[in-house]
Each structure stands twice: as structure tokens, then as C-alpha cells.
């Protein structure tokens, strides 16, 4: 069965408009004036220009405290993996077990999973295409999730703020965290399922 971009027919990324291309010259859309594409421009490069990113910024997310505390004990610095052994030795291990899967499991995983992606579509592999494409919807649907760390930081700094008791502010590792978080949701928007899909025609065409 030939795909739509062997019959030269291409989805317009901006209102979602099937459209017939013309050669080495797609044109516009004639609906909203997009241009018209078979598949993102540069989109490998730039997933792998992010994803990059993301792997650089995820070590200072781990190693740099995430929050600094104020108060008349003195001042503490808390890693994400510092607060999950906090919480752990305080009997609070189901909320140690969600921050460490949402703060350093997920992002992690994400981070894994769009490399396989990338060095399956760079590499035309052609095994499990419909695994893999529902591997990507998985990584667009889990990446919200990263954040919660960052909602954990922002509610205590109000509360204690409110409360008069301490003084919290976020630490550069919040702001490595939030960078981690960011990338790879780009990085996943970035990326073209499409292209894994390829190999499979050309397979299919031989």
C-alpha cells in the first residue's frame, strides 16, 4: 500500500489540509498559505540539537541543589535525589517514589527513548515501526509530567513565604531541571514520526 508521500501528498503542519505537492516545489498551502512539506524541514538535526541539550543540562539538574532553605538553623541545599532520601527516611515513601520517577526516572527515559528514535530513523531501521511510533506518542503524552518538581519547588517557596518561617528559593539546579524538561518536549516536537516509516516502504517497494 503507497503512503501519501508517494503519491506526493503532503499534511499541511498548519491546519491540517491534505494537499497534492508539486515536485521539487511544494508551494503553499491554499488554505491558511503554510508552506507545504513531506515531512519537517531539518527535523533530525533539529531533534538531535536539542536532545543534546537536554543530555548536557540533565547532570546539573541532578547535581546542583534544586532548593535553598533560609532559616535560623542556618542554610540547607537540597539535590532532587537529596529530597527523595529525605523523604524516604521519613516515611513518606510513596511521595519519594512519584519525585523520583517524575524528577529523574521520566526525564531519564525520555532522554533513552528519543535517542532510539533518532539513531532508528538516522540508521533507516525497519523493525517495529508501529512499536516505535507508539513509543513517541507515549514520550508526548509523559512530558507535562516532568515538571512536577518544579510545581513541589514553587508551592513551598509560597507557603513558606506566606508563613514567615523560612526563606526558600529555587537553585540552579531548578533551572537545569526546567531546561531538561523544556528540551525534550521540544526535541519530541521536533522529531517526525513519519520518517520511521520510510524504511518500511522502501522495503516494500524492493
Known amino acids: 500500500m503507497k503512503s501519501a508521500a508517494a503519491r506526493n501528498l503532503g499534511l499541511c503542519l498548519g ?3 491534505l494537499c497534492r505537492l508539486d515536485g521539487d ?14 515531512r519537517k524541514p531539518a527535523a533530525l538535526q533539529r531533534c538531535w ?5 537536554a543530555v548536557i543540562s540533565y547532570f546539573p539538574a541532578n547535581l546542583l541543589p534544586i532548593m535553598e532553605t533560609t532559616a535560623l538553623t542556618g542554610v ?3 539535590t532532587i535525589l537529596s529530597g527523595v532520601v529525605y523523604l524516604w527516611n521519613n516515611d513518606s515513601w510513596p511521595l519519594a517514589l512519584v519525585v523520583f520517577t517524575a524528577s529523574v526516572l521520566v526525564p531519564l527515559l525520555k532522554i533513552l527513548a528519543l535517542l532510539l528514535l533518532l539513531c532508528s530513523v538516522q540508521w533507516r531501521w525497519s523493525w517495529a515501526p508501529r512499536q516505535r511510533t507508539g ?7 509523559i512530558g507535562p509530567w516532568s515538571m512536577l518538581d518544579i510545581f513541589v519547588v514553587a508551592l513551598m517557596v509560597a507557603l513558606v513565604q506566606w508563613q514567615s518561617l523560612a526563606s526558600i528559593k529555587a537553585g540552579a539546579g531548578a533551572v537545569a531541571f526546567g531546561a531538561v524538561v523544556v528540551l525534550t518536549m521540544l526535541a519530541a516536537m521536533s522529531f517526525d514520526p513519519r520518517l520511521i516509516w ?9
Open 76 to 78: 540547607q541545599r537540597d
Open 25 to 38: 516545489a511544494p508551494g503553499a498551502c491554499p488554505r491558511c498559505r503554510s508552506p507545504l512539506h513531506l
Open 198 to 206: 520510510d524504511p518500511v516502504e522502501d522495503d516494500d517497494e524492493q
Open 135 to 141: 513509543l513517541y506518542r507515549l514520550i508526548e503524552v
Open 49 to 53: 540539537a536539542l536532545l543534546l541539550a
Open 15 to 17: 491546519c491540517g489540509l
